[in-house]
Nanobody, 116 residues
Framework: QVQLVESGGGLVQAGGSLRLSCAAS????????MGWYRQAPGKQRELVAA????????DYADSVKGRFTISRDNAKNTAYLQMSSLKPEDTAVYYC?????????WGKGTLVTVSS
């Protein structure tokens, strides 16, 4: 089992920045993928960004490219999402996602609200 603890959500004005963190604990493989998804009211959950433990180019949704940066600290099993130039349309619950051994785990979510 893997447990995920998210932090860093909150209220920010448009144009501002926030950083989300997701710490994974439990039985962690050296080969895994961590990412962030978001779900706005009335919309489906969508991928925001993801990064593999072995490196390589992260994946980003087109809507956040150039504004969001995902990174990770493998020693701490922690992923970060630096969000800049935030827009009201970025308002959503952000969920941490962890995948290994064909299993997927989800955090409880953290709310990000961007005011105009």
């Amino acid at each position: 089992q893997v447990q995920l603890v998210e932090s860093g959500g909150g209220l920010v004005q448009a144009g501002g920045s926030l950083r989300l963190s997701c710490a994974a604990s439990g039985i962690i493989s050296s080969i895994n993928r961590m990412g962030w998804y978001r779900q706005a009211p009335g919309k489906q959950r969508e991928l925001v960004a993801a990064i593999a433990s072995g490196g390589g180019s992260p994946d980003y949704a087109d809507s956040v490219k150039g504004r969001f940066t995902i990174s990770r600290d493998n020693a701490k099993n922690t992923a970060y999402l630096q969000m800049s130039s935030l827009k009201p349309e970025d308002t959503a619950v952000y969920y941490c996602n962890f995948a290994q051994y064909h299993m997927t785990y989800w955090g409880k979510g953290t709310l990000v609200t961007v005011s105009s």
